[in-house]
């Protein structure tokens, strides 16, 4: 061993990341960057704290904030994947909501506002039917 060696060699420091996303992935989660923003926009003053996330990995829900959860999908465009993040420290289930439920919240919004919108007609049309 000399004053050059690192030491034993235990393979190739770097593995080969993920295969990059295809552009319909990429379109993908740009759509749900976009959704994420006005999911924020419209419950975050209601105190909604983020988006609660079903995790396969390990069978629990994780609690997400609005900046982590939008963190981890620009990581994900940017890398291929997301990285482990620590969850909140003892997060209150009662703030966050699941995507489908933040979803629903903004049809809800956009069809009242469509009928509130003078000289719209009242179609009774889900909001994402257009």
Known sequence: MSAFDDGPDFGAPDQP???PLTMEERAGVLDDLAELEVF??????????GI????????????????????????????GQTGRH????????????S????????????????????GSRRTGRHARDD
């Open 40 to 49: 924020r926009t419209l419950l975050e003053p209601t105190g909604v704290k």
């Open 17 to 19: 990341g993920p295969p």
């Open 99 to 118: 995507w489908d439920y933040a979803s629903g919240y903004a049809d809800g919004v956009a069809a009242r506002a469509e009928r509130e919108e003078p």
């Open 86 to 97: 620590e969850p909140p420290f003892d997060p209150d289930p009662d703030d966050y909501v």
């Open 52 to 79: 609660v996330v079903d995790c396969p990995d390990c069978d629990e829900e994780h609690h997400v904030d609005w900046a982590l959860m939008q963190a981890n999908l620009r990581q994900l465009l940017e890398e």
